[in-house]
T-cell receptor
Framework: NAGVMQNPRHLVRRRGQEARLRCSPM?????VYWYRQLPEEGLKFMVY????????ESGMPKERFSAEFPKEGPSILRIQQVVRGDSAAYFCASSSQMDSETQYFGPGTRLLVL | QKEVEQNSGPLSVPEGAIASLNCTYS??????FFWYRQYSGKSPELIMS????GDKEDGRFTAQLNKASQYVSLLIRDSQPSDSATYLCAVNNGNNRLAFGKGNQVVVIP
């Protein structure tokens, strides 16, 4: 499977716990993006990363949220001390260096905070 | 003003008809535009990208861009029941940040 991979596909957390969402970009892609889709709302940009660099985090909430894309391994979106309002679908997308504007989405992680 | 607006409500079209979707955007400097299709409970799937004024055709889909009027449209010819989905308009707002509209739901009636 050469597509964008995300895991877990579904994640249930209690308020105050941490959520870790993983994303492996499409083969050959070095640009990773995270988006959030709240119920009944559109997709919202969160962060844009390349290996070991955060390029644009203008859409990230100021507190509790962080993202990384290490030299080795998947990109990780971490949400600390989750609250009910964090319940959403979190999508990762990737693009190539040659065509960085065209983004392909993974299947998403559905986070439910109880 | 919202960055990307898709104002039309759910669109019902008979099978075989043309579905027409419109999208307007606020940033006059935007250069790249995309249409994604999203089935319920699934992830967005890229249908078309368009960068220049005019029409771009790919199979049954045609994207139209008018930068002077700041709108993008998508036509779906010979609509099929499998085209029933939500269609998302996306605009590159710089630094590869995609701004999405809320989407238009299309229902193709057999």
């Amino acid at each position: 499977n050469a597509g964008v991979m995300q895991n877990p596909r579904h994640l249930v957390r209690r308020r105050g716990q941490e959520a870790r969402l993983r994303c492996s970009p499409m083969k050959g892609h070095s640009h990773v993006y995270w988006y959030r889709q709240l119920p009944e709302e559109g997709l919202k940009f969160m962060v844009y990363l390349q290996k070991e660099n955060i390029i644009d985090e203008s859409g990230m909430p100021k507190e509790r949220f962080s993202a990384e894309f290490p030299k080795e391994g998947p990109s990780i979106l971490r949400i600390q001390q989750v609250v009910r309002g964090d319940s959403a679908a979190y999508f990762c997308a990737s693009s190539s260096q040659m065509d960085s504007e065209t983004q392909y989405f993974g299947p998403g992680t559905r986070l439910l905070v109880l | 003003q919202k960055e990307v607006e898709q104002n039309s409500g759910p669109l019902s079209v008979p099978e075989g008809a043309i579905a027409s979707l419109n999208c307007t955007y606020s940033d006059r400097g935007s250069q790249s535009f995309f249409w994604y299709r999203q089935y319920s409970g699934k992830s967005p799937e890229l249908i078309m990208s368009i960068y220049s004024n005019g029409d771009k055709e790919d199979g049954r889909f045609t994207a139209q861009l008018n930068k002077a009027s700041q709108y993008v449209s998508l036509l779906i010819r010979d609509s099929q029941p499998s085209d029933s989905a939500t269609y998302l308009c996306a605009v590159n707002n710089g630094n590869n940040r995609l701004a999405f509209g809320k989407g238009n739901q299309v229902v193709v009636i057999p």
